[in-house]
């Protein structure tokens, strides 16, 4: 199976009917595509709704909310977050510092931190077709998942660790408070 696993609540805000939409459009393409869908809310009537209609029970697997997401993300192929709006996505450095090839939408956060195709894939948001391209891209290009698995946990050593932010943000104190 090549699996692709998403993180977050069930909302439209969320973005999750583009991703379950996107496997639809994949379902034939990919046959051994699995799409785990990690997270409780609102939208979840609509998803199951969705895989009946599209006979997908063994394409799309909603596992609700877990307190093992980290290993369902450790064990995941590739790591897909269709959010709308965002400010920082914590998935998207989870997936990073985990060396998860990352797809996510080109949305605030994601734009700041995403370097495309060298850390991970930036598709436009509410675009069902530009996630699935991007998921059959990585699928067919082993190359490029790994260069984007690599390039994602090298940012994160680089840029995320705590001990360089705590500094980052000991730096910006002094400064703010006029303290050399």
């Not at 994601?110 to 996630?131: Q, S, T």
């Not at 790994?146 to 705590?162: D, P, Q, S, T």
């Amino acid at each position: 199976k090549f699996v692709v696993a998403s993180f977050g609540k069930l909302t439209k805000g969320k973005g999750v009917n583009f991703l379950a939409e996107a496997i639809v459009r994949l379902k034939v393409k990919i046959p051994n595509l699995v799409a785990l869908f990690v997270g409780e809310g609102e939208e979840r009537a609509a998803l199951e709704n969705l895989i009946a209609r599209h006979d997908l029970q063994e394409k799309i697997k909603l596992l609700g909310w877990r307190s093992d997401a980290m290993s369902v993300m450790a064990n995941a192929d590739l790591v897909v977050q269709p959010t709308l709006s965002e400010a920082f996505s914590q998935v998207m450095g989870e997936a990073m510092w985990l060396k998860k090839p990352l797809v996510i939408t080109d949305v605030s956060g994601a734009a700041d931190i995403i370097r495309n195709g060298e850390n991970g894939l930036l598709v436009p948001k509410a675009d069902a077709g530009a996630l699935a391209a991007a998921i059959e891209k990585l699928l067919a290009d082993e190359s490029l998942r790994n260069r984007i698995a690599a390039g994602g946990r090298a940012f994160v050593e680089e840029n995320l660790v705590i001990e360089k932010k705590i500094k980052e943000y000991e730096a910006s104190f002094i400064k703010a408070a006029g303290a050399r």
